[in-house]
């Protein structure tokens, strides 16, 4: 949801910020703009499209800018609306991140006292009341600190002034995060903006504004106090947030998922157990936990959902898996017995948060599984364990997805043990499972081209079932979801026994429907269901693996993947639709990377 960057220092931001903000174009890109200061200079450059297509600017320099993509929210595309935003005397620029919810009452207040908006942007809303408390006599900080205090909702801010050497950046409910190097700081919306230059870095929590200059100084902005800075390490390489010679991001995320579980898991089994000693710090809450929640949104969710299983069998507790906008608004019976997970690939979508917020004023102990490091769930959860995905760049969540899986295993494993609600052996023998999980996607990432090859059969349709039962049900959900935001078809995932009860009617010869098809439990019953399908007309792709004999005779298409035990096969079939989606994206011509609508992380509600 808006990407925003900004540098103070001995290098020519002129240059640096395009390089720094086209990092952070996944969070937004439908707009894009810079604002530069020097020699009493206010330089500013505004563009509707992709900062990835930016050339660049000729010949010029300067020592403090800010820059921002656009993920729109007020306001229509134009350039009127793109940031930086400008204040009436043409001295003071913003970017914002965020919502500022009260902008109506203040847009109001300050067009009485003079002011000229250029757009129509919630955010626009900061720039002017900066100047008009400036105008009033207070300094630029003074200004920020009461800009700050004035606006209700979420933001992350920086202001910067033609008349002063400093970059103000202040935070509230949105991400922000300073980059130490020698002779200047970053400020950014993610570390991926400046980890190419540093990986040194301070997290901004909500009410805290830094000055940034040749010293970097933190307040509370509310209460004026000064506050101490912490320096955090970032672990993620440049490296990673390259496309490594793959077309897209999402294929190489695909691709890296076998990697990726490797380092999710390692060090994580030993002895026959799961180690996580991040849940030290809420042992004995664990201890007595009767029941848990889940909160989460989208592809998260759908992790959720399929842990539900997990943990239903091996820790013999009930769980329920909320969507987490919903969690939030409701009077949720939960206390201190109660664990609440908070699942979030960025730790920044607001929703996620607001839950996580709300199960906290009920005392519910919340563990978080999150992959930015650093990120604002991480920091407010009572305990937190790190996917170790990597970035994800590809708005479409893959790898954070499966290595979400992997940890919410590994947990659910933990409990069983604790409470012993499952024989040791069976634990022993989930833990190998996992750890033959990489070696087993390695395997069903051979498939790619035969994924291709099916996509070829399919590209041009307009709807698409994805059905699925136990815990590959969610699995049919996630697969729906990767085709519908990457390709923009119509599909749907559900049970396959729902099927019966009304969808039935949408099959006909032009219906695609892809079956998860395993052999587990359910394995007999979704035979059932390919059957009825087949029985009118439908066209079944089936994932499934080659014990499954029956299933070539009842598909158009399959698509083999490896074996492993029940709870963990979502980890392997959600890989042929991840490929599906991508291949037929692709053949529709659709931009992979950064779908039409999304933003990689959600900050508004
Ligand atoms: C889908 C996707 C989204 C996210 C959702 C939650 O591919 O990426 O559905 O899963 O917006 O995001 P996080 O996990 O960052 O909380």
């Known amino acids: 949801m808006c990407g925003i960057v900004g540098f103070v220092g001995e290098k020519n931001v002129a240059e640096l910020l395009p390089a720094c903000l086209k990092k952070l174009d996944y969070r937004g890109y439908d707009s894009f703009g810079f604002a530069f200061q020097n020699n009493s200079l206010l330089l500013v450059v ?4 992709r900062i990835t297509d930016f050339n660049g600017f000729l010949a010029k320099s300067a020592s403090i800018g800010i820059a921002h993509s656009r993920w729109a929210t007020h306001g229509a595309v134009t350039k009127k609306n793109a940031h930086p935003h400008i204040s009436c005397d043409g001295k003071i620029a913003i970017v914002h991140n965020g919502i500022i919810e009260n902008h109506s009452e203040l847009r109001e ?3 009485k006292k003079g002011h000229s908006f250029a757009g129509e942007t919630d955010s626009e809303v ?10 009033q006599g207070r300094s630029f900080r003074e200004a920020a600190r009461e800009t700050c205090r004035s606006l209700k909702g979420a933001f992350a801010l920086l202001f910067i002034n033609r ?6 950046a202040a935070r509230n409910g949105s991400p922000l995060i300073l980059g130490l190097v020698e002779n200047g700081t970053f400020v950014a919306s993610d570390t991926t903006a400046f980890i190419e230059f540093t990986k040194q870095a301070i997290f901004l929590d909500d009410g805290q504004i830094a000055f940034l200059g040749k ?8 209460t004026g106090q000064k506050l101490s800075t912490k320096i955090s390490h970032i672990e993620w390489d440049a490296e990673q947030a390259q496309k490594n010679g793959f077309e897209h991001f999402m294929l190489k995320e695909i691709f890296e998922q ?3 579980i490797e380092k999710c898991i390692q060090g994580r089994i030993a002895n026959g157990q799961a180690v996580l000693p991040e849940l030290d710090s809420i042992a004995e809450k664990l201890g007595k936990i009767n029941r848990i929640v889940i909160v989460a949104c989208g592809t998260s969710w759908h992790a959720g959902l399929v842990a539900e299983y997990a943990f239903e069998e091996l820790c013999a507790l009930p769980v329920e898996v909320e969507y987490s906008a919903e969690f939030r608004y409701r009077n949720p019976v939960i206390d201190e017995n109660c664990l609440v997970i908070a699942i979030s690939q960025s730790g920044e979508t607001a929703d996620t948060l607001a839950a996580l917020r709300e199960a906290k004023k009920h005392n519910a102990p919340v563990l978080s599984i999150c992959n930015v490091m650093g990120s604002t769930i991480a920091r407010e959860s009572d305990a937190v364990i790190y996917t170790r995905a990597g970035p994800e760049i590809g708005v479409a969540s893959t790898k954070a997805f499966t290595t979400q899986l992997a940890v919410l295993n590994l947990v659910a494993l933990f409990i069983a043990l604790q409470r012993n609600s499952a024989p040791e052996s069976k634990v022993t023998d989930a833990l190998n499972g996992l750890k033959s999980i990489p070696n087993a996607m390695r395997k069903t990432l051979e498939q790619s081209k035969t994924v291709e090859a099916i996509a070829g059969l399919y590209w041009d349709k307009s709807n698409a079932l994805y059905l699925g039962r136990g815990p590959n049900y969610p699995i049919a959900l996630e697969g729906a979801l990767k085709l519908k935001e990457i390709s923009y078809l119509h599909a749907e995932g559900m049970p396959a026994a729902e099927m019966k009860h009304g969808p039935i009617a949408l099959i006909d010869s032009n219906m695609p429907v ?5 052999k587990d439990r359910t394995y007999e019953k979704v035979l059932a269901n390919i059957e009825e399908v087949r029985a009118r007309n439908g066209c079944v792709i089936a994932v499934s693996s080659e014990a499954a004999t029956e299933i070539k005779n009842l598909s158009d298409s399959v698509i083999y993947i490896a074996e492993t035990i029940p709870l963990f096969q979502p980890m392997l079939s959600v890989i042929p639709l991840q490929l599906l989606a991508y291949h037929i994206a692709k053949k529709r011509n659709c931009d992979i990377d950064k779908p039409r609508n999304l933003a990689k992380s959600v900050t508004v509600e």
Not at 46 to 49: A, L, R
Not at 163 to 168: F, H, M, Q, R, T
Request: hydrophobic share 50%; proline share 3%.
């Open 109 to 111: 207040k300050l067009a």
């Open 126 to 135: 900061a720039v002017h009341l900066a100047e008009e408390f400036i105008n």
């Open 215 to 222: 010293e970097i100084e933190l307040e509370n902005f509310n």
């Open 258 to 260: 076998p990697d990726a």
């Open 46 to 49: 505004k563009q509707v499209g």
């Open 514 to 518: 892809v079956f998860i098809a395993v």
């Open 163 to 168: 008349e002063s050497n400093e970059l103000i």
